[in-house]
């Protein structure tokens, strides 16, 4: 069974603070990471992905990945109210695969 | 831009009762999902669709059947529902395969009493 693990939070962070949400994984051999956004009562939008060891930045955003110690992360700098939302973390196996696994969603509440 | 459509948005069912969830996308995507979430666990995958004439079970099949009707609808029909099955239910779509982002529609809330 893959599992993907991420604290339910509630994260809070003030307003113009980094929040950091982190992710861990049971599967070895995933290859595909990513970050999903969900608004209260909405559905689950894309923000980042990643697949290379390292840090990808987008704006704002910055996804870590650690294949050796099956970890993720997602920053967010400058943090804004209009951040506050659910974060999804998902892995797959990489090309080929059509079968996504999502952790439970850690919920950041950024604090005005 | 419509993108990922589903029908109906919001359902009240009793025990035994059937009904089809529909959904559609406008994308020209070749792959197709349906997921529920429930309250502590997350997304769960219950069927998908690698492309047009296939079908696949996920995660959580059990109680569901699907049809992908054509490249763009793709239905999700529970024969005798369950309370266990009260959830929201998300369709989504991807150009193929999920290295690439899922698009979701806006998802259909179901209640079974």
């Known amino acids: 069974q893959k599992e993907v693990e991420q604290n339910s939070g509630p994260l809070s962070v003030p307003e113009g603070a980094i929040a950091s949400l982190n992710c861990t994984y049971s599967d070895r051999g995933s290859q595909s990471f990513f970050w999903y956004r969900q608004y209260s009562g909405k559905s689950p939008e894309l923000i980042m992905f990643i697949y290379s060891n390292g840090d990808k930045e987008d704006g704002r955003f910055t996804a870590q990945l650690n294949k050796a110690s099956q970890y993720v992360s997602l920053l967010i700098r400058d943090s804004q109210p209009s951040d506050s939302a659910t974060y999804l973390c998902?892995?797959?196996?990489?090309?080929?695969?059509?079968?996504?696994?999502f952790g439970k969603g850690t919920k950041l509440s950024v604090i005005p | 831009n419509a993108g990922v459509t589903q029908t109906p948005k919001f359902q009240v069912l009793k025990t035994g009762q059937s009904m089809t969830l529909q959904c559609a996308q406008d994308?020209?995507?070749?792959?197709m999902y349906w997921y529920r979430q429930d309250p502590g666990m997350g997304l769960r995958l219950i069927y998908y669709s690698a492309s047009e004439g296939t079908t696949d079970k996920g995660e959580v099949p059990n109680g569901y059947n699907v049809s992908r009707l054509n490249k763009r609808e793709f239905s999700l029909r529970l024969e005798s529902a369950a309370p266990s099955q009260t959830s929201v239910y998300f369709c989504?779509?991807?150009?193929?395969?999920?290295?690439?982002?899922?698009?979701f529609g806006e998802g259909s809330r179901l209640t079974v009493l």
């Open positions: 998902a892995v797959s196996s990489g090309a080929g695969s059509y079968q996504l696994t």
């Open positions: 989504a779509s991807s150009e193929y395969g999920v290295t690439g982002e899922l698009f």
């Open positions: 994308m020209n995507h070749n792959s």
